[in-house]
């Protein structure tokens, strides 16, 4: 199992780092817990330019990372290792980034999980316009 993991807004290396490893540290210890081997986990962060000032600048940021860049890396990875399952991990903006690749993706992501996702209610709706901002209707397949 790989984990992707998204910061959400404002977020600097440090600060993503800080995230990321809390986000580990409790995947490791339930693994602990539960007998899952340490050695069949595997761990990736996504650290985007979520500094922009702008609310709306960064999320329009966060899904063009999502679908232009982590959605084709998923699909390459799904082509040479295709027994991994993905679960992405996604907070705030970093939610959105990981609705954006669930919407561009191939199938080659196994589960997510958002956290507290910068996404309107009914941004899953299949009737939306799955290439308009804010819009994941494809994400749920």
Same mark, same amino acid.
Do not use: Y
């Given at each position: 199992?790989? @984990?992707?993991?998204? &910061? !959400?807004?404002?977020? +600097?290396? /440090? $600060?993503?780092? +800080?995230?990321?490893?809390?986000?580990?540290?409790?995947?490791?210890?339930?693994? *602990?817990? +539960? !007998?899952?081997?340490?050695?069949?986990?595997?761990?990736? *962060?996504? &650290?985007?330019?979520?500094?922009?000032?702008?609310?709306?600048? $960064?999320?329009?940021?966060?899904?063009?990372?999502?679908?232009?860049?982590?959605?084709? @890396?998923?699909?390459?990875?799904? %082509?040479?290792? /295709?027994?991994?399952?993905?679960?992405?991990?996604? &907070?705030?903006? !970093?939610?959105?980034?990981?609705?954006? #690749?669930?919407?561009?993706?191939?199938?080659?992501?196994?589960?997510?999980?958002?956290?507290?996702? #910068? %996404? +309107?209610?009914?941004?899953?709706?299949?009737?939306?316009? &799955?290439?308009?901002?804010?819009?994941?209707?494809?994400?749920?397949?």
């Amino acid at each position: 199992v790989l @984990f992707v993991f998204a &910061h !959400g807004w404002q977020n +600097d290396i /440090p $600060s993503s780092r +800080d995230f990321t490893a809390r986000l580990i540290k409790g995947i490791l210890a339930r693994a *602990a817990r +539960d !007998g899952v081997p340490v050695e069949s986990l595997g761990f990736l *962060a996504v &650290h985007w330019d979520s500094k922009r000032l702008v609310f709306h600048e $960064s999320a329009l940021n966060a899904e063009v990372i999502g679908r232009k860049r982590i959605a084709p @890396f998923l699909g390459k990875l799904a %082509a040479t290792a /295709p027994a991994t399952k993905v679960v992405m991990v996604g &907070h705030s903006l !970093g939610g959105r980034l990981t609705l954006a #690749a669930l919407n561009a993706s191939t199938g080659t992501i196994h589960g997510a999980v958002l956290l507290e996702a #910068a %996404a +309107d209610l009914d941004c899953l709706l299949p009737e939306k316009n &799955h290439e308009a901002p804010g819009c994941f209707p494809l994400a749920p397949h």
